[in-house]
């Protein structure tokens, strides 16, 4: 009866009183921490990168991160928010670590399908998939890394705050892109309308 009375103590903790105790380094507490968020971060982190190992590691460095940093830790949101945006920018760290523009083409190819369905006959999808794998691999440096994450639906405060860069580089550097895309899209495939260049440009901009 008092293990399962110390478990409904403990599950009543709110996450600033858990944070404090975990800073005073009160034993059994970072174990709180770590059981709580534990299997909901795995979950994210799995379903964007697709790999268990790799998603395993990932969170483990996090909670490390933590403990190790306990002492200084500053959260000025909530514990899970907190934990969701380190998350976030560990993936976007690691995918630019990784061939961001091979994904890039794909996601964009998605978007256009699902902004304007009629964009696309089925028999021009493979000369576009072309065109576009060529025009985005020729984006320079960080332009190509940026363009690469709007089209993984990261936005534009997550990106900058991640990688170091200001807000407005980060938009100024998709909307570069964005507007090469279109001249090479426009000259190569002129039965694609205007309207969804500008639904598109609308969508990375936030």
Known sequence: MAIF???????????????????QDEPGMFE????????????????????????????????????????????????SAYLRTALKYQIIKRTIKADVKQKAADYLLQKMTDIETT??????????????????????????????LRMEGFTIAEIA?????????????????LRRLRTVLMKEHPEIPSSFYTILFLFTQT
């Open 119 to 148: 964009v696309l006959d089925m028999l021009a999808v493979n000369d576009i998939q072309v065109t576009l794998d060529k025009a985005v691999q020729q984006l320079p440096g960080n332009m190509g890394k940026i363009f690469g």
């Open 32 to 79: 709180l921490l770590f059981n709580r968020y534990w299997e909901d971060m795995y979950r994210q982190a799995y379903l964007r990168l697709g790999d268990r190992s790799e998603a395993e590691d990932m969170v483990q460095d996090i909670f490390a991160n933590i403990w190790t940093r306990r002492h200084s830790l500053v959260v000025t949101s909530s514990l």
């Open 161 to 177: 705050e991640a990688i170091g860069l200001s807000e407005q580089t980060v938009k100024n550097n998709t909307s570069d892109a």
């Open 5 to 23: 009375a110390n478990m409904l103590v403990n599950d009543n903790i709110t996450e600033a009183e858990l944070l404090d105790r975990i800073r």
